[in-house]
């Protein structure tokens, strides 16, 4: 089994970025304690980060060609504007779980569009780093 692990703008500042809101980790420690975890359980891993929306289209395209079983997302902002994601997640048809480290619901109204939610069978907000680990369990849970 094989999971992408996807994050948009912004996370590659996990640590420094309002710590109130995301923690004081970083990203390197949530790519850690997500691999030790999919490793226990003999689970591939793709970890992919980037701030520009196109690459992110092209990594979930990616995704599809390299047979992925399911991708967890978190869009970052991209999650309150993006149709090019969307669509890259319809498209691909790969099971999908949609991340929030904070709880957006909770936040500006501007955050509570999430285009990439019609695609995803799953979101989790407002956990924290533990929202990457309930997500892949989820996907690794419809696959048994
Ligand atoms: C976020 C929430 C988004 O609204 C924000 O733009 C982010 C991070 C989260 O993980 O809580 O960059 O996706």
């Given at each position: 089994?094989?999971?992408?692990?996807?994050?948009?703008?912004?996370?590659?500042?996990?640590?420094?970025?309002?710590?109130?809101?995301?923690?004081?980790?970083?990203?390197d420690?949530l790519?850690?304690?997500?691999?030790?975890?999919l490793?226990?359980?003999g689970v591939d891993?793709?970890?992919?980060q980037?701030?520009?929306?196109?690459?992110?289209?092209?990594?979930?395209?990616?995704?599809?060609?390299?047979?992925?079983d399911g991708i967890?997302i978190?869009?970052?902002?991209?999650?309150?504007?993006?149709?090019?994601?969307?669509?890259?997640l319809?498209?691909?048809?790969?099971?999908?779980?949609?991340?929030?480290?904070?709880?957006?619901?909770?936040?500006?109204?501007?955050?509570?569009?999430?285009?990439?939610r019609?695609?995803?069978?799953?979101?989790?907000?407002?956990?924290?780093?533990?929202g990457?680990?309930?997500?892949?369990?989820?996907l690794i849970?419809?696959?048994?």
């Amino acid at each position: 089994m094989k999971l992408y692990i996807i994050n948009g703008p912004n996370l590659n500042m996990l640590g420094v970025r309002e710590p109130d809101k995301y923690g004081s980790e970083s990203y390197d420690a949530l790519v850690k304690k997500i691999s030790e975890h999919l490793t226990a359980l003999g689970v591939d891993a793709v970890f992919y980060q980037s701030n520009h929306e196109g690459d992110l289209v092209d990594k979930i395209q990616e995704a599809y060609f390299e047979k992925a079983d399911g991708i967890v997302i978190n869009p970052g902002a991209y999650t309150h504007t993006s149709i090019a994601l969307l669509d890259a997640l319809l498209s691909v048809k790969i099971p999908t779980v949609e991340v929030h480290i904070s709880k957006v619901e909770e936040r500006e109204d501007f955050r509570q569009i999430s285009y990439v939610r019609l695609a995803a069978a799953k979101t989790i907000t407002g956990r924290g780093f533990q929202g990457y680990i309930d997500a892949c369990d989820f996907l690794i849970g419809g696959k048994k």
